[in-house]
């Protein structure tokens, strides 16, 4: 019997709007959804001074590497985000930016993150397609001490191609000693020696003696980076770190026309009021400046992995549940951890957690970074 009340342009419509579900479907897979993420936008609406995002990581947990490039293109796309500070130096800050540049992944072997962790590799990738597809492209910059053999090799890959226009003596000589295997052997990416802090230091003072020669020759970009080098602050680990990275933050600041920026770092630096010393952290540090806008947070674990010594075991964290001051609150923060990435206001009933931040997102069933 013949069905009167077909209709196919009705049945063909049917048939567009679940194709078109199944797609968009599709599309949401791998993609990281943050909840309260409004939070975040909110906070950079502020119109006055300057706005300063700092979320705070474990280094050895996927998270960061898994929201990093989501977190980056939301803020670019709706807030204008174009800086990114690293808990790093100029050094690799350069070598970051050539990559985003070029797409050439040889730059990223110059990173300990890029170089050394899969999962970051893969993150960097994901911001350079995004980055590539951008009219005003994204800024990396360095505010902490520079690994010794990263600042030589930052050096010799800015000033080598002017060896051909006549670089000074000491400069040339300079360029030697980096490119000779005694460097790489005797200098690290790791914890700078005494030898390498004297070692930059040394040069540091080379370039200032040099720098209008060489600024002469440099394109502006360059010169920047140059610049960078010459003024960081920061030497290592320990001592006026804190405060060497709170300078060179606001140093970089002061002097760009941006108003929006993200700086994600080990979570050690961002407690207001910090949990096992009384040594003050950049946070506190930068939360002092009048001029600037700032909220601070870290990443906590629920149910979810990092590696144990030299990387050979995982470890389940439930840091919420049971690490200091986090577990006196459970009760209430489990109501609020709804998905996977969770970004929790530390206002209200849990105000009395606010002495040491702005707000925690909590991660849930992730697993430790790939190697």
Not at 62 to 77: F, G, N, Q, R
Not at 230 to 245: F, Q
Not at 337 to 353: G, K, P, R, V, Y
């Amino acid at each position: 019997m013949t069905n009167t009340n077909f209709n196919p342009i009705a049945m063909y419509l049917r048939l567009f709007i679940g194709f078109i579900f199944i797609l968009s479907t599709s599309l949401v897979v791998g993609q990281v959804t943050i909840e309260n993420q409004h939070y975040f936008d909110s906070f950079f609406k502020n119109e006055k001074g300057k706005n300063l995002l700092l979320l705070g990581e474990n280094h050895s947990s996927s998270v960061a590497s898994t929201i990093y490039p989501e977190l980056i293109k939301s803020l670019y796309e709706n807030k204008g985000l174009r800086t990114l500070f690293i808990e790093f130096g100029p050094a690799e800050a350069y070598f970051y930016n050539k990559y985003l540049e070029s797409g050439d992944e040889k730059y990223l072997a110059y990173t300990i993150y890029g170089g050394f962790y899969t999962s970051w590799k893969e993150a960097w990738k994901e911001i350079y397609a995004f980055n590539s597809t951008k009219e005003v492209p994204l800024k990396v910059v360095g505010v902490d001490f520079d690994r010794t053999r990263t600042f030589g090799y930052s050096l010799y890959n800015i000033l080598k191609p002017h060896k051909e226009k006549g670089l000074p003596k000491s400069i040339d000589s300079l360029l030697s000693v980096i490119k000779d295997q005694s460097f790489f052997k005797t200098y690290t990416i790791g914890h700078p020696s005494e030898e390498g802090k004297a070692f930059v230091k040394s040069t540091k003072e080379l370039l200032k003696k040099q720098k209008t020669e060489l600024f002469g020759l440099l394109k502006k970009e360059d010169g920047e980076v140059l610049s960078q080098l010459m003024l960081n602050r920061a030497e290592g680990y320990g001592g006026t770190r804190e405060e060497d990275i709170k300078q060179n933050i606001v140093q970089y600041l002061n002097s760009s026309e941006e108003r929006n920026f993200l700086m994600l770092v080990g979570r050690d630096h961002l407690y207001y009021k910090p949990l096992y010393d009384d040594n003050p952290r950049m946070a506190k540090l930068l939360k002092e400046e009048t001029s600037l806008n700032l909220i601070s947070g870290v990443i906590l674990h629920e149910d979810s992995g990092q590696w144990g010594d030299n990387y050979e075991e995982e470890i389940i964290l439930n840091e919420v549940q049971n690490k200091t001051p986090w577990k006196d609150f459970y009760s209430i923060l489990k109501d609020q951890m709804n998905s996977d990435f969770t970004i929790i206001e530390l206002t209200n009933q849990l105000e009395a957690l606010s002495i040491y931040m702005d707000y925690i997102l909590v991660a849930k069933n992730q697993p430790a970074i790939k190697i």
